[in-house]
Nanobody, 115 residues
Framework: QVQVVESGGGLVQPGGSLTLSCVASGIIGSLDSMGWYRQTPGSQREWVGTLLWEVHSNIADSVKGRFTISGDNAKNTVNLQMNNLKPEDTAVYYC?????????WGQGTQVTVSS
């Protein structure tokens, strides 16, 4: 049974920082990629960033220069370092892990940026 657990969300003031972490257990097979999406009420899930084979990272233009993605394939972990947060970054953030045949999602963690 695969479990994906996220942590690190919360309330932060504009300009502040948060680090989201995600760990998966029970995945069979090697990971092709892992990363993050986010979603606000009434909107589609928005891609934030992807880490390919633990080395190559791609980040959405909306967060480039502020967010950094990192991870460890051997430990099935992926992190999202978020700096200089803005109110428009408020959303539920979801991590994912992808093998050649399956994609697994975390339960989501709320990030609220407000003064």
């Amino acid at each position: 049974q695969v479990q994906v657990v996220e942590s690190g969300g919360g309330l932060v003031q504009p300009g502040g920082s948060l680090t989201l972490s995600c760990v998966a257990s029970g995945i069979i097979g090697s990971l092709d990629s892992m990363g993050w999406y986010r979603q606000t009420p009434g909107s589609q899930r928005e891609w934030v960033g992807t880490l390919l084979w633990e080395v190559h990272s791609n980040i959405a233009d909306s967060v480039k220069g502020r967010f950094t993605i990192s991870g460890d394939n051997a430990k099935n972990t992926v992190n999202l370092q978020m700096n200089n947060l803005k109110p428009e970054d408020t959303a539920v953030y979801y991590c994912y892990f992808r093998t050649s045949t399956q994609q697994y999602w975390g339960q989501g963690t709320q990030v609220t940026v407000s003064s």
